[in-house]
């Protein structure tokens, strides 16, 4: 009869022990604070950034809360963020939501979000001029869009991502050009 009972408490607790599983990792809280955030109040700071070139990937986001096509695909970004993070990768959204809405639209949009990834904010109005400048194709003021960069090989995807899957597609395809 005691057998029987470490049986049955065993296997009952055996679903308990499959929650612990390594998918369902124990993340770094989100609580966003307006300090917190990286700011760039002109492309020309943020530009050398973009042009990194060592042994990380760098996915650029280029992204605002007012899209509905970015917030879309934010969890995209997030799930990418989850599955590289001990990798050489970096995610980083770049926020081009306007200046007066930064405490008041964007922190609350991030932490009610949970987003892990790295946020930049870029306030530079003069988007005609700087977008070329991140890829030559980006001339219709378009977001989202994104941009994959490493060791020099680059990657530019205009609009929004329609799944997970070709996001990772193109992450894989920089990583792996030579």
Same mark, same amino acid.
């Given at each position: 009869?005691?057998?029987?009972?470490?049986?049955?408490?065993?296997?009952?607790?055996?679903?308990?022990? /499959?929650? &612990? !599983?390594?998918?369902?990792?124990?993340?770094?809280?989100?609580?966003?604070?307006?300090?917190?955030?990286?700011?760039?109040?002109?492309?020309?700071?943020?530009?050398?950034?973009? /042009?990194l070139n060592n042994d990380?990937?760098?996915?650029? &986001?280029?992204?605002? !809360?007012?899209?509905?096509?970015?917030?879309?695909?934010?969890?995209?970004?997030?799930?990418?963020?989850?599955?590289?993070? &001990?990798?050489?990768?970096?995610?980083?959204?770049?926020?081009?939501?306007?200046?007066?809405?930064?405490?008041?639209?964007?922190?609350?949009?991030? &932490?009610?979000?949970?987003?892990?990834?790295?946020?930049? +904010?870029?306030?530079?109005?003069?988007?005609?001029?700087?977008?070329?400048?991140?890829?030559? !194709?980006?001339?219709?003021?378009?977001?989202?869009?994104?941009?994959?960069?490493?060791?020099? /090989?680059?990657?530019?995807?205009?609009?929004?991502?329609?799944?997970?899957?070709?996001?990772?597609?193109?992450? !894989? /395809? +920089?990583?792996?050009?030579?």
């Open positions: 009869m005691l057998l029987l009972f470490w049986l049955m408490t065993g296997l009952l607790s055996l679903p308990a022990c /499959k929650q &612990n !599983t390594a998918h369902e990792e124990n993340l770094p809280p989100v609580h966003y604070k307006a300090e917190d955030l990286r700011y760039f109040t002109g492309f020309p700071q943020l530009e050398p950034l973009l /042009k990380t990937t760098y996915v650029f &986001n280029f992204w605002a !809360t007012w899209c509905k096509p970015c917030v879309k695909e934010l969890p995209l970004f997030e799930k990418a963020w989850r599955e590289t993070r &001990n990798e050489p990768v970096k995610i980083v959204l770049i926020s081009l939501d306007f200046p007066n809405e930064t405490e008041q639209k964007l922190v609350p949009f991030l &932490n009610a979000h949970a987003l892990h990834p790295e946020i930049w +904010v870029l306030y530079d109005s003069d988007i005609y001029s700087w977008m070329p400048k991140v890829d030559e !194709t980006w001339i219709d003021s378009s977001i989202p869009a994104t941009l994959i960069r490493r060791n020099g /090989k680059r990657l530019f995807h205009s609009g929004a991502y329609p799944d997970y899957q070709t996001l990772m597609e193109d992450l !894989t /395809k +920089v990583q792996q050009a030579r």
